[in-house]
């Protein structure tokens, strides 16, 4: 009889914890009688301390501006936040401020009325302090739905000290490349860090031998279908790739190596030359868990010419990240608020804590900016066109086909033909 | 307490919870599924009715079946592996020294996430630095298989962790069946002069056959739905080269925004499951019940 009650009663207190760990969860909001932006970013500690660094300062320096809002964070790799994004914005519970993409990964989103109109920011606090162009990219049907906090060109990086030991220099031609690539191969070096698996790695590649290649229309006239993508330049474009491949330029067993891994291959000085863009600056210049030899042995180079064609001066890059806010929320007001000021604020810690290039207007003059910063930037402000990268210009599915085309070109799996006609198709449709 | 079990009404009472938990779980979700699959969705704009019109496309989509071929080959693996399990089982259940602590070394895998396993396997996978690698360097190789990145070995590649996670569990399994069998039975074959092979062949595997074919529909079912390592280590690449039916599903429906279609695909999954576990469920019938 006594076994029987004991049971009971633990019984009965575990239905009671359940109940009470499913009840706490919504009381905390209100019963503190603030209110609550849910807000979900994409720079973990780990990956981007200084970035998450200067984001939790920002919300605290909001937090004590606005007493009676509390500011709730989630942190999501990169990879991770593209994938919770989609199961949210299906079932109607987008965050109230959260991070996007331009162009074709941001229409759907407008389109569907998941995200609110800014363009009342851009009217007050925020006038004329955006880069031209960043903005524009965020709009749709002359509406903007997102503002942008990163402003990115690509370049190649590369390892100084290694280059000197192998006696080679910056190239400025493909055929140079080649030559530095071929000479590091034979020296057992690997010569460029590459994380295929992730695919949009090896899409800003394609990119820029396309840019050299075509020039700047050939690609965006062919995705805006004015052209086609089964234009000679781009078909050219994907032989050099292959080219590449044949030569050994990129690291081995790259098209199963997430972009994190070739990262930390290149951060290891396992790897002489790593094409990213200015997000990764922080790595080095400014970030101190890296090793201040290795910074200082880090330059870059703009992306060669090829067959002496391309205009140096045209960069692969764009808007990076915005900030959004959701249509649903009840607190959108406060999120807009929380918007601008965040806007504000990133434009200036951005540069000086994490010396990333925001896209915001960069007074460099004033600051006391790390060399390549600047060297960075004074490309940025000469650059003659950025071209937004593909997967992000591109809609949703044909993105994906891009992608995946990628991979396969790069795996020789896809003959350059092949890869050209895959994408007129998709783009057809 | 007779007269409470007999009465429908309170046995139906009974089933009720666990019934409607089951239903707002798994079968409504199923059927939705179904559902959504004859719309044409994107998952953020409003859905739009196509009828059976992705269905038919997966049927005649290659790369679905490429999928389907990739998750049968996992399936047969799984079966074919199960024989190794019962092998180590017999071993483990037989008083062999430190059988105890091989046990609970075997069930380890089973413990960790999958991420987790996933996440160790690709460095052990890793062409440069990967501990695969630098042993087969050890003894002479000069390159080591790209694992994750050639098309033609990344499925197999995948394979092995995959198995290597299950294997406590169908050990375990085998382990407590085989423990089941009265030792009386076991002692009259060795007085008949029967050698361990015998015994274990002639006597304990037939006592456990019901056992047996219960993994196998497991081991065959969980490999045609497997999802966790597929995505993690690989993602479905290099060029679809490890894509599985449920990495498939998903990529459409997350990656390529093809709610409608993925769902399709999902829905086709579920009734490929459900013929298979049907057909080994007629090939597996006997009428002889075990009893001991």
């Known amino acids: ?429 | 307490m007779s007269k409470v079990m007999s009465n429908k009404w309170i046995i139906a009472i009974y089933v009720l919870p666990a019934l409607l938990l089951i239903s707002i779980l798994i079968f409504i979700p199923l059927l939705l599924t179904g559902y959504y699959g004859l719309m044409d969705w994107d998952g953020v704009s409003a859905m739009e009715f196509i009828g059976l019109e992705n269905y038919i496309t997966a049927l005649q989509d290659s790369l679905f079946w490429d999928s389907a071929w990739h998750s049968v080959l996992l399936a047969l693996f799984s079966a074919l592996s199960l024989a190794i399990y019962l092998t180590i089982a017999l071993i483990l259940a037989s008083k062999i020294k430190g059988a105890n602590l091989l046990r609970k070394i075997y069930l380890i895998p089973m413990l960790l996430s999958s991420v987790a396993i996933a996440q160790l396997w690709i460095k052990v996978y890793n062409p440069s630095n990967g501990i695969l690698s630098t042993v087969l360097g050890w003894f002479g190789a000069e390159k080591a298989p790209l694992w994750l990145s050639d098309t033609s070995i990344v499925l197999y590649a995948i394979f092995i962790p995959i198995l290597w996670q299950y294997a406590g569990f169908y050990i375990l399994i085998y382990y407590a069946a085989l423990k089941n069998i009265p030792e009386s039975l076991i002692e009259a074959a060795k007085i008949d002069g029967a050698t361990p092979l015998q015994i274990a062949l002639k006597i304990k595997l037939p006592l456990i056959m019901g056992v047996v074919k219960v993994t196998i529909v497991l081991a065959i079912v969980g490999s045609l739905k497997y999802f966790d390592l597929i995505y993690v280590m690989t993602g479905g690449g290099p060029n679809g080269a490890s894509e599985v039916m449920a990495s498939y599903m998903y990529k459409l429906a997350f990656s390529t925004s093809n709610f409608g279609y993925g769902s399709a695909i999902g829905f086709l999954l579920l009734l490929i499951t459900l013929i298979v576990t049907l057909v080994i469920n007629k090939l597996t019938a006997s009428k002889d019940k075990i009893q001991y």
Not at chain 1, 16 to 41: P, R, T
Not at chain 1, 385 to 398: G, P, R
Request: glycine residues 8%.
């Open chain 1, 1 to 429: 009889m006594l076994r029987k009650k004991a049971f009971s009663l633990l019984a009965g207190l575990f239905a009671v914890a359940l109940v009470l760990s499913g009840c706490s969860g919504s009381e905390d909001a209100s019963s503190d009688g603030k209110k609550v932006i849910k807000f979900m970013h994409l720079w973990p500690e780990g990956s981007s301390k200084k970035h998450h660094d200067i984001v939790e300062n920002i919300i605290t320096d909001f937090e004590k501006e606005h007493k009676d809002v509390k500011v709730e964070v989630e942190v999501l790799s990169n990879e991770q936040y593209k994938d919770k994004m989609k199961v949210l914005s299906a079932s109607g519970e987008l965050p109230d401020v959260g991070m996007t993409w331009s162009a074709g990964y941001l229409e759907p989103y407008a389109n569907g009325g998941k995200f609110a109109t800014l363009d009342d920011l851009l009217e007050g606090d925020l006038k004329d302090s955006f880069v031209s162009g960043t903005t524009e990219a965020y709009q749709v049907d002359g509406k903007t739905y997102g503002l942008p906090l990163e402003l990115n060109i690509a370049s190649v990086y590369y390892n100084k000290a290694i280059f000197k030991e192998n006696g080679v220099e910056a190239p400025k031609t493909y055929d140079e490349l080649i030559k530095v690539v071929e000479t590091l191969d034979k020296k057992g070096v690997e010569p460029i860090a590459l994380g295929n698996k992730d695919k949009w790695t090896g899409s800003l590649w394609y990119m820029y031998l396309a840019d050299r290649i075509g020039g700047t229309k050939a690609l965006n006239s062919a995705i805006d279908r004015s052209g086609s993508f089964e234009d000679p330049a781009l078909v050219s474009a994907a032989e050099k790739v292959q080219e590449l491949v044949d030569a050994n330029a990129f690291v081995d067993g790259f098209n199963g190596l997430s972009d994190e891994e070739a990262k930390s291959m290149f951060m290891n000085e396992q790897a002489a030359m790593y094409l990213i863009a200015t997000w990764d600056l922080p790595n080095y210049t400014t970030n101190e868990d890296v090793p201040q030899e290795f910074r200082d042995s880090v330059g870059f180079f703009d992306f060669p010419s090829v067959d002496g064609k391309g205009d140096m001066n045209s960069y692969v890059g764009g808007p990076g990240v915005g900030l959004f806010v959701s249509e649903s929320s009840d607190v959108k007001e406060e999120a807009k608020e929380f918007v601008s000021f965040f806007t504000q604020e990133w434009g200036e810690k951005s540069v000086t804590d994490a010396g990333v290039i925001p896209a915001t207007k960069v007074d460099g003059e004033s600051l006391d900016l790390p060399q390549m910063y600047v060297d960075v930037l004074d490309k940025l402000n000469s650059a003659t066109n950025i071209t937004l990268y593909a997967d992000v210009q591109l809609s949703a599915d044909v993105a994906q086909v891009h992608l995946d085309q990628i991979q396969a070109l790069f795996g020789k799996e896809a003959t350059p033909e092949d890869f050209a006609k895959t994408h007129e198709q998709a783009l057809s449709k």
